[in-house]
């Protein structure tokens, strides 16, 4: 099973920008799907950003543009560039891999913390 590890986190200004990256132990090159989600504290994990084969793409109502999501097959990595952040995107955001579109064989990624805060 692939492993995902996500890096890019940290502390920003409202306003700021950060750009998060999914590296995956294996080739993502033949997954259906890749994405982002978050959970901020008391609240359900939700989705941000996905990306379905080499092109579609789908984004939570709250972050459609501010936020991108590109795939990199070659390096096996993806990548959310977040843009104009506000206190309340700060969370846990967590990498997403499906490998088909039977959404229960997903993997998770550990989560990296994202706080927006002066």
């Known amino acids: 099973q692939v492993q995902l590890v996500e890096s890019g986190g940290g502390l920003v200004q409202p306003g700021g920008s950060l750009t998060l990256a999914c590296v995956a132990s294996?080739?993502?090159?033949?997954?259906?799907?890749m994405g982002w989600h978050r959970q901020a504290p008391g609240k359900e994990r939700e989705l941000v950003a996905r990306i379905i084969g080499y092109g579609r793409t789908d984004f939570a109502d709250s972050m459609k543009g501010r936020v991108t999501i590109d795939r990199d097959n070659a390096k096996n990595t993806v990548y959310l560039q977040m843009n104009s952040l506000k206190p309340e995107d700060t969370a846990v955001y967590y990498c997403?891999?499906?490998?088909?579109?039977?959404?229960?064989?997903?993997?998770w990624g550990q989560g990296t913390q994202v706080t927006v805060s002066s």
């Open positions: 997403s891999a499906d490998p088909s579109p039977i959404l229960t064989l997903r993997v």
């Open positions: 294996g080739s993502i090159a033949s997954f259906f799907a």
